[in-house]
């Protein structure tokens, strides 16, 4: 099996887990808010807003959200800018519950889940050029052996001027862990319980972004100087530590290796903003 297949089918039992863990949005928030009190929900939102102000979307715009889980991120986008939104993932079952949320927030008819083959995100050649006026990301991307080649395919797709955004899970050297091996002796559990492809740096995403054409605007370290804890409020450890359903092992593996590197450091997040300024198709 391929990575990106594992990936589908892992979501097969992690995409319930976290539902009962997270709710409707599983991507980091915005530090600053929840340093004010917000919840990681509400932190969430307050950071898909600075980001979908960033791309200045709004009404009658058209945005594809990569990796749109169970749809939480993408139907706030959606509600919050007027704009229109197609959320794409590799798991049917996962584009179903975003379905029935986009229908519940009465949103159905601007807010389409699309499930699409495991490695289409190398081309996206479901689009013509130039479809959206902006692209968005949630903690998706860290899942693509071939980032490169989504940040080139989303390129193509955005209209000149059009932004992409977004959030990602990255590694970075931290306090007494430097180098290579020490830095992979907490990341790689993560990616092998997670499911993920290799996490890069904050350098790497500026660096790929750039290849691919974008002019960025924003590549932040959400957490600079400081371990990782955000959205991990101290209280939900034994939530996450005792869940039991279906692959529940699994899940508590997931979440014995992210702590471990958050607390060693090397695990971070960044926000990113990159625009395609050419008119070229
Ligand atoms: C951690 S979830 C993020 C969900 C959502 N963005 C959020 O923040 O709530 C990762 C998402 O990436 C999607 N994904 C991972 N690999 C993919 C691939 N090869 N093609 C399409 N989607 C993929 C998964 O299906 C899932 O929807």
Known sequence: ????????????????????????????????????????????????????????????DRALDFGSGVGGATVHMAAFTGATFVGLSNNEG??????????ERGLAD??????????????????????????????????????????????????????????????????AHRTPEEIARFIDPVNDTIRLAGLGTLHDYESMLEDAGYHVTLAEDLFPGVPCWGSTPPEDRPKWLGYDGPGGELIQ???????????????????????????AS
């Open 1 to 60: 099996m391929g990575h990106e297949q594992r990936v589908r089918a892992f979501y097969d039992y992690a995409g319930p887990a976290y539902e009962a863990l997270m709710d409707d949005v599983w991507h980091h928030g915005d530090p600053v808010a929840e340093a004010r009190g917000l919840s990681p929900q509400q932190a969430a939102r307050a950071l898909e807003e600075r980001l979908v102000r960033l791309a200045g979307l709004g009404p009658g």
């Open 94 to 103: 996962l584009s179903q519950r975003a379905r029935r949320l986009a229908a």
């Open 110 to 175: 601007r807010v389409q889940f699309l499930t699409v083959g495991d490695e289409d995100y190398t081309t996206l050649a479901a689009w013509p050029g130039m479809s959206f006026d902006a692209i968005t990301f949630y903690e998706s991307v860290c899942h693509l052996p071939h980032k490169e080649r989504f940040f080139r395919s989303a390129h193509r797709l955005l209209k000149p001027g059009g932004a992409l955004v977004g959030v990602d899970w990255l590694q970075r050297p931290f306090g």
């Open 253 to 279: 593996a997931g979440k014995h290796a992210l702590d471990a590197a958050r607390g060693a450091g090397v695990f971070t997040v960044g926000a990113f903003a990159a625009h395609r300024l050419d008119s």
